[in-house]
């Protein structure tokens, strides 16, 4: 069986040999809505009539192709997530520091994945970056200069 993604179809092809006219004919057995999301078994996507037309051998090939649709799915997901983790880390903060509150549990929660997501980092060998000398003497005398013009005690 093949399995073809034609516009916002999935289509379920049977090819079976002609022996009249001595070549394969293929015809379109079943079809369903194209996702982006798939459930990892055809029962999920199928109505009873369209599994029975399909053979044992072919709900198999097509359990196979959902479960590594997916999979591949997820796996996209999660890269997703990494990719524009920063940016939600940055909406948090830029939401916080517009007034909004954050509830004391939700609050625990965020401190703890945080530490955990750390913790993660740090064992594949992610840490920070460290401030060069030079920056942190530059930030030295900034903070200097700004207490001196405020007239404040060095």
Request: proline share 3%; glycine share 4%; aromatic share 4%.
């Amino acid at each position: 069986m093949q399995i073809r993604e034609q516009g916002k179809q999935v289509q379920l092809i049977r090819s079976t040999y002609n022996k009249e006219l001595k070549r394969s004919e293929q015809k379109v057995v079943v079809h369903f809505a194209r996702s982006y999301i798939y459930p990892s078994s055809a029962d999920g996507i199928l109505s009873a009539e369209q599994l029975a037309v399909l053979s044992d051998e072919e709900r198999g090939e097509l359990s196979a192709w959902l479960s590594e649709r997916a999979e591949k799915a997820a796996k996209e997901d999660l890269q997703r997530a990494l990719t524009y983790g920063s940016h939600t880390i940055q909406r948090c903060i830029s939401a916080l520091e517009s007034g909004m509150t954050l509830e004391p549990e939700k609050a625990e929660i965020l401190f703890a994945a945080t530490v955990e997501l750390q913790k993660r980092m740090k064992k594949l060998g992610l840490v920070p970056p460290r401030n060069s000398n030079a920056e942190r003497q530059a930030r030295h005398r900034q903070k200097l200069a700004q207490e001196q013009n405020l007239g404040l005690p060095i």
